[in-house]
């Protein structure tokens, strides 16, 4: 059996579930308002923008999201029916697909980005100092790199 949280541990552990969810419910409250896009859409449309030609491969994309393959496909299916990206074979090998940004993607994405920038600040940045986020920088990156280390291990 695994050994119980100390009260301090409890009080973090509580803390951080409590307003991680609390933070995303808004940011996805302020997301749909604005854009009439959910968070996991523009997640995808961020990665795509971002990413050589704007295109990546179904499985990359998938690990990037944490998103299990029939659940990605899910998401790329309902952005495609929108116009937002679209599927195309890789030039490479012709076996896998990717996902590919469009123009009305990108478009969408330009539109959505400043809401979404004032909906961070106003939410999460604005409340904390420069201290504050450095130590949120140095625990999130170190909790995910060994996260996702033991991910590709299993």
């Known amino acids: 059996?695994?050994?119980p949280l100390t009260p301090t541990e409890m009080a973090g552990w509580r803390a951080y579930i409590e307003s991680s969810q609390l933070l995303m419910t808004q940011l996805e409250e302020d997301m749909r308002a604005e854009s009439g896009l959910t968070f996991n859409d523009y997640h995808v449309l961020v990665l795509l923008s971002e990413a050589p030609?704007?295109?990546l491969r179904m499985g990359e994309?998938?690990?990037r999201l944490?998103?299990?393959?029939?659940?990605?496909t899910y998401q790329i299916g309902s952005m495609e029916k929108r116009g937002l990206v679209a599927r195309e074979s890789c030039p490479e090998d012709r076996r896998g697909s990717e996902a590919v940004l469009t123009a009305e993607g990108l478009r969408t994405l330009r539109e959505a980005a400043p809401h979404h920038?004032?909906?961070v600040r106003a939410n999460f940045m604005d409340g904390l100092d420069e201290t504050e986020i450095?130590?949120?920088t140095r625990v999130f990156t170190r909790l995910g790199e060994r996260l996702r280390a033991e991910r590709v291990a299993q």
Not at 66 to 72: G, N
């Open 134 to 136: 450095a130590v949120l």
């Open 1 to 3: 059996m695994a050994e």
């Open 117 to 119: 920038l004032r909906s």
């Open 61 to 63: 994309l998938a690990s």
């Open 66 to 72: 944490v998103f299990s393959p029939s659940r990605l």
């Open 53 to 55: 030609d704007g295109r």
